[in-house]
């Protein structure tokens, strides 16, 4: 099993759609979550922190379940500039190091 | 403030050449990463120093990688000789602190290797 498994898309929606994407992960063990969202051939980006509780800043809204051992990223109201690829990230090891999900393309379309 | 600056963005080679990569980390940051993106395999970590000391270095491919920090505010990422299967987009990052579950990462551009 892959440590970080995310559905690659792509996830084409209309704008002011909501769209969800959830993530695996296999180390029962990680304790930190996080979104980072990269733009077509740009870095990645810290795009939100995912917290036991859930959390949420404005349109986005990041969900964990350890239990299942998944993570949520959901999009309210999609604009044209949400389009970009949203990798799931976790941390993996002892050294505490982060293991990169492959990443969901989302292409929001007028 | 200026982010984590990578040189050179671009990069075409000839197999068989020595590659040389370099970055300069955010001021203040003293944990640095190297990764390589692919379609196939995604982002991976191949180096990971902090304080100028590699402290996880288990993703370097093989004997061919080679990286270095000789201070804080630099780093080079060397492969020799170069393969094709090392085409890829190379990261640098950095983080504030030694702790890079709890910090977030800042990538710079980027450097796109092709070995041809």
């Known amino acids: 099993r892959k440590e970080v498994e995310q559905d690659p898309g792509p996830f084409n929606v209309p704008e002011g759609a909501t769209v969800a994407f959830n993530c695996t992960y296999s180390?029962?063990?990680?304790?930190?979550f996080f979104w980072y969202r990269q733009d077509c051939r740009k870095e990645p980006k810290l795009l939100m922190s995912v917290y036991s509780s859930g959390n949420e800043d404005g349109r986005f809204t990041a969900q964990l379940n350890r239990a299942s051992q998944y993570i949520s990223l959901l999009i309210r109201d999609s604009k044209l500039s949400d389009s970009a690829t949203y990798l799931c990230?976790?941390?993996?090891?002892?050294?505490?190091?982060?293991?990169f999900g492959k990443g969901t393309k989302l292409s929001v379309k007028p | 403030d200026a982010g984590v600056i990578q040189s050179p963005r671009h990069e075409v080679t000839e197999m068989g050449q020595e590659v040389t990569l370099r970055c300069k980390p955010i001021?203040?940051?003293?944990?640095l990463f190297w990764y390589r993106q692919t379609m196939m395999r995604g982002l991976e970590l191949l180096i990971y120093f902090n304080n100028n000391v590699p402290i996880d270095d288990s993703g370097m491919p093989e004997d061919r990688f080679s990286a270095k920090m000789p201070n804080a505010s630099f780093s080079t990422l060397k492969i020799q000789p170069s393969e094709p299967r090392d085409s890829a987009v190379y990261f640098c990052a950095s983080i504030r602190g030694g702790a890079p579950a709890h910090n977030e990462q800042f990538f710079g551009p980027g450097t796109r290797l092709t070995v041809l």
């Open positions: 990230v976790v941390d993996g090891g002892s050294q505490g190091n982060l293991i």
């Open positions: 180390n029962s063990a990680s304790q930190s």
């Open positions: 001021s203040g940051h003293n944990s």
